[in-house]
């Protein structure tokens, strides 16, 4: 009853300017309240955008984090009252355009401070960083994508308390690396897109507590053995040997290498203590053997998506699959002969992605037998949703009714497949559904139908089908139902989705012409003016097109512009009065 009871206070004092005006005069009371409901008031404020610079000066004695991320009117006014927060911990000024070295001033005085994000900040010079001297406090600092040069970050050694460093998108040379080699708290350090070479990479080892380390983009081949290191990224990076050293070798537990370049496959791996390793991603890598996957025991999540791996290569997988919960095959040389060898093999998969591989109907009854999927990703494959039997007599086999024995199966994409309208039948016994994505230009009103009994399903996309406004308001969706992406539906007029929105106010609409959230907030995007006042004039009149079930649609023997110019034209030759009959011959001829 207590946390209801303050919820509604804070929904009440930042429903408005208006509600501001009365409680800011209270100021006595805003200094005595506590840090928790402060920061929630503020983040209120902040996220209804009624936030100004005077009105912060109100929360100086109590907001411990002020997040302003996003925010593009934050400049040297907001952070002169931010420099009088005297029990600041955390401030995060990322991606606040406007911000310059000189409004950084105020923030020397901030003696609390233990956290400041300017990430993506380009006006932030190496003259800001002179007014971040004298904040000995500082524990985290994120200045990745700033204006600071190599000199402005040798200035941060005298920072002694630093565990948290982000420098990525700077031009760290090895130099500038060298010099941050008293800051032996360091224990997360990002160097994405600098000039570090093998030489600067020796410095790593004077990190003694380095647990996180991001040299994704750099020129780096050789990388010592890092005692303390759990977290490696060398993406985009040309690799020779990783971790090299038979001594207190690194506890890797997560290891990204997507894009890299391999020189001797066998020496980048051999020295990684695969025993703590539990999270692999070789995507876009151009590895074209993977025998060192047999050795991986732990590992949960394997990303080989955009990799040379085939069908031959999976039985390395299924040696070490007893653990694994994530696993991207997309856009690889993969088969249904290779999902095949993965059944019984990975009793605790969650997740699994084929898409874009030539994949087809018969890997879904290999899925079928993998009891913890949660997550199935068969978008761009040759599936059809049907597998047609051996024999004059033979009835076809709606191959999705396989896959509703899985009974944890909670997001299914079928974007871009051959599946037909027919073949969805299954997905009416699909308990436990609750994201589900079809994209064909066969789909039609009944696939709404499909959808209804799906007593979980919470979000729902259907692109480029030939969806009509009496199929969308006679649809009764799932209780559950918060999203619908209907775009590329172009049958669909902006007036029926309004009104479906209206009935069903709870749920998100997106579409071309419109996209109508929860909040009823709407944001059109009719294309132009002329066509807006077409649709005006017509608002009294209601234009649905309806398919009945035994009806042959005529519409698919045109292509999506051909039925644009039929309809448009016929709209603009007729008066207003016939224009609901020109439509309806045009659609039966």
Known sequence: MENQLVELCLQAASVSRDSIEKWRRQRRTLERLPSQLADSLLRRLISRRILFPSLLELFKHSVE????????????????????????????????RRLTTSAL??????????ELDLSRCSKVTDAGIRHLLTITTLEKLCISETGVSANGVMLLSSLRNLSVLDLGGLPVTDLALSSLQVLTKLQYLDLWGSKITDKGAAFLQMFPKLSFLNLAWTNVTKLPNLSSLECLNMSNCTINTLLEGDINKAPLTKLIVSGATFGDEFEAFHYIETTFLTFLDVSNSSLHRFYFLSHLN??????????????????????IGVNLKYLNLSHTRVSSAGVKTLTGHVPNLEFLSVSHTSV??????YMSMMPSVKVIDLSSTNIKGVIHQVGPESDPVLSLSALQSLQHLGRLNLVDTQVTEAALYPLENFQELRELSIKS???????????????????LRIHDGVLTNSGLNSYKPPLTLRMMDLRGCWLLTEDAILSFCKTHPHIEVRHELVHIYPSKQIVSNSASSSRSTLKASQAKQK???????????????????????????????????????VLSNTQSD
């Open 543 to 581: 234009q649905e097109v309806s398919v009945l079930p035994c009806f042959l649609d005529q519409r698919l023997k045109y292509s999506r512009e051909e039925l644009l110019a039929l309809q448009y034209s016929s709209v603009s030759r007729a008066p207003p009065h016939d224009r609901d009959v």
């Open 65 to 96: 984090e002020l997040d302003l991320r996003g925010e593009s009117s934050v400049d040297a006014e907001w952070i002169a009252y931010i420099g009088a927060f005297r029990y600041l911990r955390s401030l995060n000024l990322s991606d606040c």
């Open 105 to 114: 001033w105020p923030i020397a005085g901030l003696e609390s401070l233990r």
């Open 360 to 365: 087809d109907d018969v890997a879904i009854s």
């Open 441 to 459: 230009v066969s789909l039609t009103d009944i696939s709404f139908n499909y959808t209804s009994s799906m007593p979980k399903l919470t979000n």
């Open 298 to 319: 732990s590992l949960e999540h394997l990303d080989l998506s955009r990799s040379m791996i085939g069908d031959d290569s999976l039985e390395l997988i299924a040696c």
